[in-house]
């Protein structure tokens, strides 16, 4: 009789990477949802759209580099990348912006370093960069919460506008954003930051219609939402809570100080934590695998650097949201952190290598 | 005079062979010549492409390159330089003290950087100022010193002055490629503002590729150039993959199996 003899690990958790991703796509649902009953059709048009793409492009390139193809087409990372592009980019936006964002996302950023597991940056968030960096016009086209338009935004018109620019109607993408007053509409946090620059006051600001009763009018169910599917991620283990809860935290530490010393022209604590895309950076975009750092401490490090870089650049930067710019950042220090915040192996004295 | 010309007619035979000899030295001389040319031309636009293999001067390739007319203007300009500084050098280097030669080199250049930087401003004003600073940058090009101290200061002058060409050609090229691809990209125009470098009549060779609603900035900004000049490499090294590969299936070698003994 012969003894299987391994080493350890001696206890496996069976995770395969398709089972993972499946997880954190059923996650994203609740926002999702949100998403679609505040926003509309726009953005799962747009999912669609960019899920059909990373496919196709994700076929391409692997068949270019005669890879196993079923293998990795299906092990569900292209359909994660796609799923967070369609979610980030604005409702509206002409379809072949999430089209170019997502052959970037895949064949550039994600395959051309090697696939899935080698790549540096976080591919959604790097073509959500580079379309923003590119076409600064179409990705601000954001469109107000669905009580606020004034045109019957269903299925076919928003499908319509995407496509062609015009509702069936006839209807601009500028005039549906324009509100009964002749105004044009922007996100809360865009609309914050013109407010600010104009010299009016926080409480000013947010008189208008888009922050509605609380915080922004819809993104406040849309956070609360990928809130939810991310606190489902962690009991499941699927990703490490530190660097969510380092990343909130730190968000809130700077805003708070801010706000305590001039309430006037700083947001409020929970404003930065429910608008814009900071819950869903937090729990499924900064928790990434590849491209965060590994060690505890290293995600804790990562958090606390993101959380301060996104309030640095909401409230100094060009830009109204932060949080892509931020996670890629990040991405590009977490080698050094991971180098740094080594943990002490066991039986080894601290500072013996 | 009667010994010099003794031998001479004393055998015709010896004569006509040395007569025979020089012209097939000459011969030899003249196709080791023409091997060496076409060598250098070989060199400098494909196997040592200053743009795509050695990678020197990649600031203005990247910089500039947002045009083609931006691109053609900046390689006129570098394959004027190199052309000149490397005849220039070539023709100094029995008199260049070794120890200093760098600093000679770097003047020669500059020199003509400056020539040219004159009569750009005085010609073509409007690339004159749409390339800025990148033509007084041709200075510090690589490219060009690197030919210098690689070829032109050990190289007679003819020979120097074809390198310099063929260099000057195969990264005006890489910069023309490079140019176009992210002017298509970019604004969807070829040869937008050739009238700048060329005169008023150029306008004409405007040609609108495809109407873009919106500009891809990605492809004017320098990121896109990294990225386009990246792809470049890779398909410059995919076609020498595919060379290489169908020159070992023509030489395919037949393989001998080999007895190995274990039991002696």
Redesign the interface.
């Known amino acids: 009789m012969a003894f299987w003899i391994a080493s350890s690990p001696h206890n496996h958790n069976h995770t395969k990477t398709p089972n993972l991703m499946r997880l954190v796509i059923y996650a994203t649902l609740p926002g999702v949802l949100a998403q679609w009953y505040f926003f509309g059709w726009g953005n799962l048009i747009h999912i669609g759209l960019a899920m059909a793409t990373a496919l196709v492009c994700e076929f391409t390139v692997l068949s270019l580099r005669k890879k196993p193809i079923s293998h990795e087409l299906f092990d569900g990372s292209a359909l994660l990348t796609a799923l967070l592009i369609g979610i980030c980019l604005p409702a509206l936006a002409p379809w072949w912006i999430s089209v170019i964002g997502t052959m970037f996302a895949i064949v550039?950023v994600k395959q051309l370093y090697g696939g899935l597991g080698h790549n540096p940056f976080n591919p959604a968030m790097a073509g959500y960069v580079?379309l923003l960096?590119?076409?600064?016009?179409?990705m601000t086209l954001w469109q107000p919460p669905l009580t606020l338009v004034a045109v019957d935004l269903n299925f076919s018109n928003t499908l319509t506008t995407i496509l062609t620019g015009f509702t069936v109607e006839g209807y601009s993408v500028e005039q549906i954003r324009t509100s009964i007053d002749g105004i044009t509409m922007a996100t809360p946090l865009d609309t914050l930051k013109t407010n600010t620059g104009l010299g009016l006051t926080v409480f000013e600001s947010i008189e208008n219609p888009v922050f509605g009763n609380n915080f922004a009018l819809g993104w406040e169910w849309i956070n609360a939402g990928f809130l939810l599917g991310g606190i489902f991620l962690i009991f499941k283990k699927a990703i490490a809570w530190q660097t969510p809860v380092s990343f909130l935290l730190s968000l809130f530490i700077c805003s708070f100080i801010s706000y305590s010393l001039s309430p006037d022209s700083s947001a409020s604590t929970m404003f930065h934590w429910f608008s814009g895309a900071t819950m869903l950076g937090a729990f499924f975009i900064l928790t990434d695998p590849v491209t965060g750092a590994t060690s505890n401490k290293g995600r804790i490090i990562v958090g606390l650097l993101a959380g301060l870089l996104v309030y640095l650049i909401r409230t100094a930067g060009g830009y109204p949201d932060g949080v892509a710019f931020a996670i890629l950042l990040c991405n590009m220090s977490a080698p050094l952190i991971d180098q740094y915040t080594r943990p002490r192996t066991y039986g080894h004295l601290k500072g013996d290598k | 005079m009667s010994n010099e010309i003794a031998p001479q007619s004393s055998n015709d035979t010896d004569v006509t062979d040395s007569l025979d000899e020089q012209a097939i030295a000459l011969a030899t001389a003249k196709a080791e010549l023409k091997a060496e040319y076409k060598e250098l031309a070989i060199q400098g636009l494909w196997k040592n492409n200053p743009g795509l293999v050695q990678l020197l001067g990649l600031c203005p390739l990247l910089a500039v390159t947002s045009t083609v007319t931006n691109a053609l203007g900046l390689g006129l300009a570098t394959l004027l330089v190199l052309v000149c500084s490397n005849v220039t050098v070539s023709a100094i280097r029995h008199w260049v003290p070794k120890e200093i030669r760098i600093p000679i080199f770097v003047l020669i250049i500059a020199a003509f950087v400056t020539c040219v930087q004159l009569l750009m401003n005085a010609f073509t004003y409007g690339i004159y100022q749409s390339l800025g600073i990148f033509l007084p940058l041709i200075v510090t090009n690589c490219a060009i010193i690197g030919r210098a101290e690689a070829y032109a200061s050990k190289n007679p002058i003819k020979q120097s002055a074809f390198d310099g060409l063929m260099m000057g050609l195969g990264f005006a090229i890489i910069l023309l490629l490079l140019g176009a691809i992210r002017e298509i990209l970019g604004q969807g125009t070829l040869f937008d503002g050739a009238n700048l470098l060329f005169g008023e009549w150029a306008s004409v060779l405007r040609i609108e590729v495809m109407q873009l609603d919106?500009q891809?900035?990605?492809?004017i900004?320098p990121p896109g150039a990294f990225?386009a000049m990246g792809i470049l490499i890779a398909l410059k090294n995919a076609i020498d993959n595919h060379i290489s590969a169908k020159k070992v299936v023509d030489t395919e070698k037949v393989i001998e199996r080999v007895r190995v003994n274990f039991d002696s």
Do not use: H
């Not at chain 1, 960096?133 to 179409?138: E, N």
């Not at chain 2, 891809?216 to 492809?219: K, V």
């Open positions: 550039i580079m960096v590119s076409f600064p016009l179409q | 919106s891809f900035l990605l492809a900004l990225i």
